[in-house]
């Protein structure tokens, strides 16, 4: 596979339920990153992993937690999300983190809370 | 604060026609710039990027934006838009700041 992947590709979840959202990048980078996408909204930045350390978290509900055990993968566990919750997350990843680098993306998980 | 706008939230143009997508941007100082597209269920995909030297630059699918220091614009542009170009387009600046989208329709 190359590129930037993203597991599972839509999910539909209840409330109560616990899930989590995988991505993988192939290619070499040691930046990676989760965005929300709503609909009429600008792309929301979540969480930002340089060489395997978070270093930004932008306000982001305890309910999404991010997890990076290595700098190919990268994880968001949810649980007990909201309705308001539903959206396209996108992962992306770049060679660093400088906010001038060019980010790869993979092709986001559609997410339905019920 | 730094802010990147992209006025045209919905824009429509019939197959062959010339196409021209606004970017202004907030900044102190120059930033980085690039355009995304973004097809239908897919992710974002890196068509340009300015950093530096020539204001012209030539991206993949045709597609070129020229940067103009004066008017902080970075429009995106096409000569003959295909009806594949149907997808919404994002511009963005350094630090991560992306632009609302812009939805290109193409009518045959």
């Known amino acids: 596979e190359t590129g930037v992947t993203q597991t599972p590709r839509h999910l539909v979840m209840g409330m109560t339920n616990k899930k989590s959202l995988k991505c993988e990048q192939h290619?070499?980078?040691?930046?990676m990153y989760w965005y929300k996408q709503s609909a009429k909204k600008p792309l929301e930045l979540m969480f930002v992993?340089?060489?395997?350390?978070?270093?930004e978290n932008n306000s982001v509900p305890s309910r999404f937690s991010p997890e990076c055990p290595n700098s190919s993968h990268l994880f968001l566990h949810l649980h007990t999300l909201q309705p308001e919750d539903s959206a396209l997350y996108l992962c992306?990843?770049?060679?660093?983190?400088?906010?001038?680098?060019?980010?790869?993306f993979g092709p986001g998980t559609r997410l339905t809370v019920l | 604060a730094q802010s990147v706008t992209q006025p045209d939230i919905h824009i429509t143009v019939s197959e062959g026609a010339s196409l021209e997508l606004r970017c202004n941007y907030s900044?102190?100082?120059?930033?980085?710039l690039f355009w995304y597209v973004q097809s239908p269920g897919q992710g974002l995909q890196l068509l340009l990027k300015?950093?530096?030297?020539?204001?012209l630059v030539q991206g993949i699918k045709g597609f070129e934006a020229e940067f103009k220091r004066s008017q902080s614009s970075f429009n995106l542009r096409k000569p003959s838009v295909h009806w594949s170009d149907a997808a919404e387009y994002f511009c963005?600046?350094?630090?991560?700041?992306f632009g609302t989208g812009t939805r290109l329709q193409v009518f045959p």
């Open positions: 963005r600046a350094d630090k991560l700041i």
């Open positions: 290619l070499g980078h040691n930046a």
């Open positions: 992993y340089s060489l395997e350390e978070r270093v």
């Open positions: 992306a990843s770049s060679q660093v983190y400088d906010g001038t680098d060019t980010q790869y």
């Open positions: 900044y102190g100082a120059t930033p980085y």
């Open positions: 300015y950093f530096s030297g020539d204001t």
